[in-house]
């Protein structure tokens, strides 16, 4: 069965909030079902790979090959049973990532963003969360990591219309971790030394339960 027109496939636009935020906890498991059975997943690159280590690409047209590529980032998602996914995590020097994750009250929120920037807030908005954090492109390693626990990301959807949005917890942790991605940067590049030695040694030790590309 052919797909649809990129038109079709993507007429949904995000509704917002009165605060002007996107409303990305409605209808997720349709939405994500939707972009993932369109697409294809793909290896996920890892630490040490070049695509990971500078500031990717503004996304300045965003016609049917962005569409694709969104759908094959929630296929990988998926594949890599991830709640956030950054463009150059697959190899594409493009700044997007999609997202499919809870937030502290256990709320889903599946969304996509292009040129993602992270709001400077107020420190009486927000305190650190030193919760764990992982990533998919330093696979089978953990480590704590300080971050605020409230976020606020502006950008733009699939389609190129302005959007903010926001997350509490674990979410907020979700779009500061995607957000670091496209600029060049890896949780493990905001340890010590020491805690980002014994990330990598996790790494070297485990063994990822997702395709991976292996550098050269």
């Known amino acids: 069965m052919a ?4 038109e079709q496939q993507h ?22 079902a939707a972009y993932r059975e ?3 997943a793909r290896p996920i690159t890892v630490v040490g790979n070049p695509v990971l280590h500078k ?19 929630f296929a990988s998602q ?8 950054a463009a150059n995590q697959i190899g594409v020097d493009l700044k997007v990532f999609v997202y ?15 040129n993602p920037v992270v709001e400077e807030l107020p420190a009486a908005d927000r ?13 089978t390693a953990y480590a704590p990591l300080a971050r605020p626990d409230y976020a606020v990301v502006t950008g733009r959807d699939e389609r190129g219309n302005p959007i903010r949005v926001r997350g509490t917890g674990y979410f907020a942790r979700c779009l500061q971790h995607e957000t670091d991605h496209l600029y060049g940067y890896l949780y493990i590049d905001r340890l010590s030394k020491r805690e980002r ?17 292996p550098n050269a």
């Not at 797909?3 to 990129?6: K, M, R």
């Not at 917002?16 to 935020?21: A, H």
């Open 78 to 85: 998926r594949a890599a049973e991830g709640v956030g996914l």
């Open 197 to 213: 030695k014994d990330a990598l040694r996790q790494m070297e030790e485990g063994t990822p339960r997702y395709e991976t590309v």
């Open 100 to 114: 499919d994750c809870p937030d502290d009250n256990g709320v889903r929120h599946v969304g996509v963003v292009c």
């Open 55 to 73: 500031e990717c690409r503004d996304v300045t047209e965003f016609d049917a090959e962005l569409a694709k590529l969104v759908d094959d980032m």
């Open 38 to 40: 369109r697409g294809t």
């Open 11 to 32: 007429a949904g636009v995000l509704p917002v909030d009165d605060e002007g935020f996107v409303v990305d906890v409605e209808d997720c498991e349709e939405r994500e």
């Open 3 to 6: 797909q649809q027109d990129t």
């Open 127 to 139: 305190s650190l969360d030193d919760s764990g954090e992982g990533c998919l492109s330093v696979p």
